[in-house]
């Protein structure tokens, strides 16, 4: 009876950190691909560095590429978008450009994107 006692804790120890497990994997399947947009850093006479991350991609295609969108207009219209392309290899790690001719007082707006498999994200 001692031996039975003393081992129950340690198979629902076993059993529990096998569903915590399972859990974390299915967890990791469904949040998908991210695209960060990061704090820009300002910099002297109108010039910015903008910066973005991406993760999450379990299948990357021939067509990838990532960078940065920048517009005057809150929409990201075609006429007042502009697209940085930064390059074409997956990679986590945190990218950025350095951008100029911003006008002091003026609004822009930006945000990360990429492409992979003709799908656009931000």
Do not use: W
Request: aromatic content about 14%; charged content about 20%; overall charge negative.
């Amino acid at each position: 009876m001692r031996r039975t006692i003393s081992f129950l804790p340690l198979v629902a120890l076993v059993v529990l950190g096998t569903l915590s497990c399972d859990n974390e994997k299915e967890e990791v399947k469904e949040s998908g691909p991210k695209v960060s947009t990061l704090d820009p850093e300002k910099g002297t006479f109108g010039v910015v560095t903008l910066s973005g991350s991406i993760s999450g991609f379990e299948v990357v295609s021939y067509d990838f590429v990532y960078g940065m969108e920048y517009s005057t207009d809150e929409s990201f219209s075609d006429e007042n978008s502009t697209f940085r392309k930064v390059g074409t290899k997956y990679t986590e790690q945190p990218y950025s450009i350095t951008a100029s001719g911003f006008q002091h007082g003026k609004k822009y707006y930006y945000r990360a994107y990429c492409v992979n498999q003709s799908q656009l994200y931000y």
